[in-house]
C-alpha cells in the first residue's frame, strides 16, 4: 500500500523552485533583449523621419534663395552676417512663389532655429513666411575679385568677424556684386550640425557686371573722359588754296569748318553720374534703358561726385516730368516718386548746352 501511494505522490510532483527562478530570468532577458531591439528600432525611425524633414526643409530652403538671388536686382546692407536682403522686380515671384506682392524679401534664422523669409509687400506692411525647422544657423559672402585675375574670386561676409567692422572689401564693390556664398548649419540630431554650403548668381546683375565679381561691366563698359593729348605741330610745305567767295565765274566755293565736338557733352559723362534708387545699389545713368519699378514715396538719388573734373558740369541741367531744366547746382539731387496708389509715373531728364541727353529715366510706382 505504501509503495502505491509513493508512486502516486511522484508523479504528481512539479517543477522545484531553482527551476523556476531560472525559467523566468530566462524570459526576462529574452524579453529585454526584443524590447531593447524594439526601441532601438523605433528610434533608428525617428531619427530617419527627423533626418528625411530637415533635408526637405534644406531642399526647399536652398531652392528659395537659389531662386531670390537669381533673379536679384541689387542686395541691400544686411545688420549682420546671418542676414540677406534681396531686392528685385515685383513682377518675378517673391519667396512664396506670388507675383506683384513684394520686391524686398530678407531671409534670416529666428531663436526657435526657423529660417524666416520677411517680405516687404507692395502695400507697405510685413510678412514672415517660416520656409525650413531645424536650421541652427546661416552665413552669407559675397562674391569679389581677389585682385589677381579677372575672373578670380572670392568670398567674403559684409562684416570683420567678432569685431563686427564693415568690410570694406565688399562695402566699396556692394552695387556690382552679383554672386552670393550661402552656408546652412542643420540641426539633425546629432551634435555635429553639419554645414552645407551652395553659390547662387543674379542672372540680370550677371549681364550687366564681370561675372559675379564686383568688377566692371563686360556689356556696358564705363568710359572715362580724359583730357585731350596734345600732338607735336607737323611742318608740312605750304598750299596755295584757291580764294573762297564769289570768284566771278558764278560758283561759290565757301566751304562752313567743321564744327568742333564738346567734350563737356559726351555721352561719356552719363556713365560717371551715378543714380540710387529707394537706396538701392547705384547704377550709372547710362546703363538704364526701359521702365523702372519703384515703390510709392520712394526717393531717387542723382549723384555726380564721380563725375571727372575735366568736365564743365555748368553746362549740364536736369529737369524732372514736363518741369523746365535746372542746372546741376549741387553734387547730389534728390527726387521723391509719387505716393498714393500704383501706376504712377515719374520722369529724369538730363540736358548739355540745350540738347537733351539720352536715356531718360522714367519710373513707375508699384
Known amino acids: 500500500m505504501k509503495n502505491k501511494n509513493a508512486i502516486r505522490r511522484s508523479s504528481q510532483a512539479g517543477v522545484s523552485l531553482v527551476e523556476l527562478m531560472v525559467g523566468l530570468t530566462i524570459g526576462l532577458v529574452v524579453t529585454a533583449g526584443a524590447m531593447t531591439i524594439l526601441f532601438s528600432n523605433q528610434k533608428l525611425v525617428l531619427e530617419k ?14 531652392t528659395t534663395i537659389t531662386r531670390m538671388v537669381r533673379q536679384a536686382t541689387s542686395f ?28 524686398m524679401n530678407t531671409f534670416k534664422v529666428n531663436d526657435q532655429n526657423e529660417l524666416q523669409c520677411i517680405l516687404e509687400l507692395e502695400d507697405g506692411s510685413r510678412q514672415i513666411a517660416t520656409l525650413a525647422k531645424n536650421i541652427s544657423e546661416i552665413k552669407f559672402s559675397y562674391g569679389i575679385q581677389n585682385g589677381t585675375s579677372a575672373n578670380s574670386l572670392v568670398y567674403q561676409p559684409y562684416f570683420n ?21 550661402s552656408e546652412i548649419s542643420i540641426l539633425d540630431g546629432s551634435g555635429k550640425q553639419p554645414t552645407i554650403d551652395f553659390i547662387a548668381t543674379s542672372h540680370l546683375l550677371a549681364m550687366t557686371q ?56 559726351s555721352s561719356d559723362v552719363l556713365g ?11 547704377k550709372s545713368w547710362g546703363s538704364f534703358s526701359g521702365t523702372t519699378y519703384a515703390k510709392q514715396g520712394r526717393t531717387v538719388v542723382v549723384d555726380l561726385s564721380n563725375v571727372s573734373s575735366h568736365v564743365n558740369l555748368s553746362k549740364w541741367k536736369i529737369a524732372r516730368d514736363s518741369a523746365t531744366a ?5 553734387l547730389s ?27 531718360s529715366l522714367h519710373f513707375i510706382t508699384n
Open 76 to 103: 541691400g546692407v544686411p545688420n549682420n552676417n546671418n542676414e540677406l536682403i534681396v531686392h528685385f522686380n515685383p513682377l518675378q515671384r517673391d519667396c512664396l512663389g506670388q507675383i506683384g506682392n513684394s520686391g
Open 326 to 330: 535746372v542746372a546741376l547746382s549741387s
Open 272 to 282: 560717371m553720374i551715378s543714380v540710387t534708387v529707394d537706396g538701392g545699389s547705384p
Open 333 to 359: 539731387h534728390s527726387y521723391g516718386l509719387p505716393s498714393g496708389k500704383k501706376g504712377q509715373t515719374m520722369d529724369l531728364y538730363l540736358e548739355c548746352n540745350g540738347e537733351q541727353k539720352n536715356p
Open 210 to 265: 564681370l561675372a559675379s565679381s564686383g568688377g566692371v561691366s563686360k556689356v556696358n563698359p564705363p568710359t572715362a573722359t580724359t583730357p585731350p593729348t596734345t600732338t607735336p605741330p607737323t611742318t608740312t610745305p605750304p598750299t596755295t588754296t584757291p580764294p573762297t567767295g564769289n570768284t566771278g565765274d558764278g560758283n561759290n566755293t565757301t566751304t562752313p569748318p567743321a564744327p568742333t565736338p564738346d567734350l563737356d557733352c
Open 161 to 181: 568677424g567678432a569685431s563686427g567692422t564693415v568690410n570694406t572689401n565688399v562695402s566699396n564693390v556692394r552695387g556690382s556684386i552679383t554672386s552670393i556664398l
Open 49 to 62: 523621419d527627423v533626418m528625411d524633414r530637415t533635408q526637405e526643409n534644406f531642399r526647399f530652403a536652398s
